[in-house]
């Protein structure tokens, strides 16, 4: 079965892990052939170009959309996908297009959240679009999100609730979580509450500083860190300013090794308002980390309030900050919070068994 992927790639987030790592599990698989279109030279086109994937960019800051249309057609005549497996609303439109055209057999699409539905009339319509003309089966990385997709308008039959799914990596060793601490200057004896996200509305970071100012008002030897950049991070960074306490919220921006960041948080925080499958919740609870969540979406599909996790209510500074403050002071609750946490991601979020639903997937949407 031949299978051509399609996404942006201008970003290194959830979704661009998920299907790096999705890509790289069916490249192990003999009967597959794989391709990889992306519309912009970054990170992701990085990593399948070393793993021997084959990527053809098409570089949307140079070409129209007829010419990035034209060149899926053109990937699609050379290379005969049996599946077409598109990531993201433009890709859905403009690679589902060109797969009409060529007469793939079948359209697969990845919902990664909830985009760009809602964000506009013209984004709707569309997004129906996709939905009803230009897509044989689709993939929600949550059943939330499967809901929202039904409540929107896309037929039932067609959506398959996938959990992104993650292999399991080893904690760092002591040695290293010191030599790690040191470079980022982070005092002998200092906690860590820290997240990781692009800095968007979503993630709701506005939240994470002000539970922070209160955190600090209780457990003073806290310090702060945000992975991850995007467009808001001027206006966070005046924010944390504002409040008094830059000094103890570190900004890193874009880092490549998060799996490595993630062994020195004490405890793992989202305060997102909206999410599928977190691939960085994930990371975290599956080497050990306490986590602390907003009740979001798919979070709930992954945490139990106190058992594997504390859930708190979105948009609310005061709870999640008091969450925040008994995690770090109870280590019995750290300890059976983490044990449970890394049970669940074993038992439930593992990539071979994502993969092993997205292959009957793949079957049965090319025998329609």
Known sequence: MNVLFIISGDLWAGAEVQT???IHALAQIKTFGLHAITFNEGTLTEKLYSEGIPVTVLDEKKHSAPALISGCLRVMREHRPDIVHVNGF????????????????????????????????????MERINGRYLSDAAVAVSNDLKRYLVGFGLGEEKIAVIHNG?????????????????DLKIGRGEKIVGTVGRLV??????????????ILENE???GFMIVGDGPLRARLEQQAREAGIDSRVRFTGFRSDVHELLNIFDVFALTSIHEGIPMALLEA?????????????????????KRSGLLVEP???????????????????????????????????????????TQELYRRAVLQ
Do not use: W, Y
């Not at 509305?201 to 209160?214: G, M, N, Q, S, W």
């Not at 599956?286 to 945490?303: F, H, L, N, R, Y």
């Open 20 to 22: 790096c790592s999705l």
């Open 90 to 125: 433009k890709e859905n439109l403009l690679g589902g297009i060109a797969a009409r055209i060529t007469g793939v057999r079948a359209i697969v699409r990845t919902h990664h959240g909830k985009g760009m539905i809602g964000s506009s009339v013209k984004h709707n319509i």
């Open 166 to 182: 993650i292999d399991r990596r080893p904690s760092l060793d002591s040695n290293k979580i010191e030599s790690l601490r040191r």
């Open 201 to 214: 509305p979503v993630k709701d970071h506005k939240t994470f500083i002000e539970a922070a100012k209160l």
């Open 220 to 222: 003073p030897c806290t």
């Open 285 to 305: 609870i599956a080497i050990g980390k306490p986590v602390v969540a907003t009740s979001v979406g798919g979070v709930v599909e992954i945490v139990v309030d």
């Open 315 to 357: 948009e609310n500074p005061q709870s999640f900050a008091g969450a925040c403050i008994r995690v770090l002071r109870d280590g019995n609750l750290r300890e059976s919070l983490s044990e449970n946490a890394a049970a669940t991601v074993k038992e439930k979020f593992t990539l071979a068994a994502s993969v092993g639903l």
